[in-house]
């Protein structure tokens, strides 16, 4: 499950929520003020890709081999 950060402009206090991505755009409650005036800040927060990103770029370097051997 996705990590949006949010920020309260009541109070400028900014939060991690999980949500669905079919919750990513519901408004979320302040935990700090109880406001319900947040914004969310970033799409997601990058929690994936390390093990993925290292998979790719063994995939993207063969190698070296002659193909006349
Ligand atoms: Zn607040």
């Known amino acids: 499950m ?3 950060n ?9 939060f ?8 990513a755009g519901d408004p979320q409650t302040c935990p700090v003020c ?4 947040t914004r969310k800040r970033i799409g997601a927060v990058a929690s994936v890709g390390g093990s993925a990103r290292s998979a790719a770029l063994a ?5 070296v081999s002659s193909p006349f051997s």
Request: hydrophobic residues 30%; glycine residues 14%.
């Open 59 to 63: 995939v993207s370097a063969p190698p």
């Open 16 to 23: 991690d929520v999980k949500l669905r991505m079919s919750q």
């Open 6 to 14: 949010f920020v309260c402009r009541d109070c400028g206090q900014t």
């Open 2 to 4: 996705p990590m949006y």
């Open 34 to 37: 109880g406001g319900g005036d």
